[in-house]
């Protein structure tokens, strides 16, 4: 088993910034894709945005542009910078990994909340 723990939440203004990271701990060796999900309140679950383990990142089209996500392989770590923030950006914020050859998100972190104040 594999263990995910976000970081960085808060509350922002709209037009802020924030990072959020997310260490890998445990059975990490089978992990290949790392991502981020967020839930709102009464929405279900979306995901953000993913990265491989060679580090070709994909983004939900509501956050292109805006957000950025990294990886540090040695570091076991995966990050998420967020710019331009919008109210409806708030969300809890989880971590996600997959496992190669998994079509599903195989571990998923706490979830960190992330509010954005209009």
């Known amino acids: 088993q594999a263990q995910l723990v976000e970081s960085g939440g808060g509350l922002v203004q709209a037009g802020g910034s924030l990072l959020l990271s997310c260490a890998a701990s445990?059975?990490?060796?089978?992990?290949?894709?790392m991502g981020w999900y967020r839930q709102a309140p009464g929405k279900q679950r979306e995901w953000v945005a993913s990265?491989?383990?060679?580090?070709?990142?994909n983004y939900a089209d509501s956050t292109k542009g805006r957000f950025t996500i990294s990886r540090d392989n040695a570091k076991n770590t995966v990050h998420l910078q967020m710019s331009s923030l919008k109210p409806e950006d708030t969300a809890v914020y989880y971590c996600?990994?997959?496992?190669?050859?998994?079509?599903?998100?195989?571990?998923w972190g706490q979830g960190t909340q992330v509010t954005v104040s209009s």
């Open positions: 445990g059975s990490i060796f089978s992990i290949v894709t």
């Open positions: 996600s990994a997959r496992k190669m050859g998994s079509v599903r998100v195989n571990f």
């Open positions: 990265i491989t383990s060679a580090g070709s990142p």
